[in-house]
Nanobody
Framework: VQLQASGGGLVQAGGSLRLSCAVS????????MRWYRQAPGKERELVAA???????NYAESVKGRFTISRDNARNTVWLQVDSLKPEDAAVYYC?????????????????WGQGTLVTVSS
């Protein structure tokens, strides 16, 4: 499984971006898709997740501002990021968990894409 993230860029605080993750395999067979982010000097953190049934989970810091969705026909997962804050600036990574998972945790092998950089100016 190969993942290609895109859509990052420079945006002013309060602005929006739509990040996309194109998946090389049919995402109908992927149990859990997740977006992570990593800011300089910080650990990678889970931002949002969506399972094969469309159930979503969000980090508290992005609830109400970020929306994850999946387009099974296009094998793409989206992350709509609105009302961006300077603290949202990071490299955003998509992750695929085709196998077993528990909640937002992948308990099988997972796959990572390269990141896409989001920069927020204040």
């Amino acid at each position: 499984v190969q993942l290609q993230a895109s859509g990052g860029g420079l945006v002013q605080a309060g602005g929006s971006l739509r990040l996309s993750c194109a998946v090389s395999a049919s995402i109908l067979n992927i149990s859990l898709m997740r977006w992570y982010r990593q800011a300089p000097g910080k650990e990678r953190e889970l931002v949002a997740a969506i399972n094969s049934e469309g159930v979503t989970n969000y980090a508290e810091s992005v609830k109400g501002r970020f929306t994850i969705s999946r387009d099974n026909a296009r094998n793409t997962v989206w992350l709509q990021v609105d009302s961006l804050k300077p603290e949202d600036a990071a490299v955003y990574y998509c992750n695929a968990c085709p196998g077993a998972f528990a909640g937002v945790r992948c308990v099988s092998h997972d796959y990572w894409g390269q990141g896409t950089l989001v920069t927020v100016s204040s």
